[in-house]
């Protein structure tokens, strides 16, 4: 599903993120990557969905070659990808609707396609009664769960989560982990970058750790191990 050979990412300051990392997730897994502050992480997951370059090295997703494919081609990778922020990212002046909606419209989806999907991701997010409200007039949690319908409402094969807890409390942390453990039981694969130990260590699941820009630890149903 996604493989990296021998990457690494040097970014223009001279800063070295990402050292000779070679990795395969298979789909369908549910995997933690950790590591302290600047130890790579993000640098991690933003090349697995284009948003960074390699400066060597191949990654594959999918069918995907991601060091050689053109820009015109990234649009269609992304339909593949699914991305949950840590701080939402939802456009204020959209309604609940309207921002999962965006999702299709940019891939020209039909309106009756886009209405039956986004509500159907509602029904997953429990969020159908909130559809026309503004982001403004939701709690952080109900943000980040329109956040993950967006996230899914293309159906795609794995969703990318960069520290999808760090804004909430754990009472609203552990329903999100909930609800991303229900979409893994689907069969999409999950990365999520966290410094949330007692997630990690609760939810065991397979576990990379990063440290200065290399993998230090992948264990199959790992503890994380680090200060927070």
Request: hydrophobic share 40%; with cysteine.
């Amino acid at each position: 599903m996604i493989q990296m050979h021998d990457v690494w990412k040097m970014y223009p300051n001279g800063v070295s993120a990402v050292n000779g990392i070679s990795i395969h997730i298979k789909q369908g897994e549910f995997v933690y990557i950790v590591g302290a502050s600047g130890a790579g992480k993000s640098t991690f997951i933003k090349m697995i969905y284009r948003e960074e370059q390699p400066t060597q090295g191949d990654i594959m997703v999918g069918n995907w070659n991601l060091a050689t494919m053109k820009e015109s081609q990234i649009p269609l990778l992304r339909r593949s990808i699914g991305v949950v922020f840590q701080d939402f990212k939802l456009l204020p002046s959209m309604t609940v609707f309207e921002n999962i909606a965006f999702a299709m419209e940019v891939l020209e989806a039909g309106k009756s396609t886009i209405r039956r999907s986004v509500m159907d991701v509602l029904d997953i997010v429990r969020l159908k009664n909130k559809a026309r409200f503004l982001p403004h007039e939701l709690s952080g949690g109900e943000q980040q769960r329109v956040s993950i319908a967006r996230a899914i409402v293309n159906n795609p094969s794995v969703v990318i989560c960069d520290e999808p807890t760090g804004n909430l409390d754990p009472e609203t942390s552990w329903e999100i982990m909930h609800l991303l453990e229900e979409i893994n039981d689907r069969g999409t694969t999950i990365l999520m970058a966290t410094h949330n130990k007692d997630i990690v260590n609760t939810m065991r699941k397979r576990v990379i750790a990063i440290d200065n820009g290399r993998i230090s630890r992948d264990d199959v149903r790992g503890g994380y191990r680090y200060e927070s």
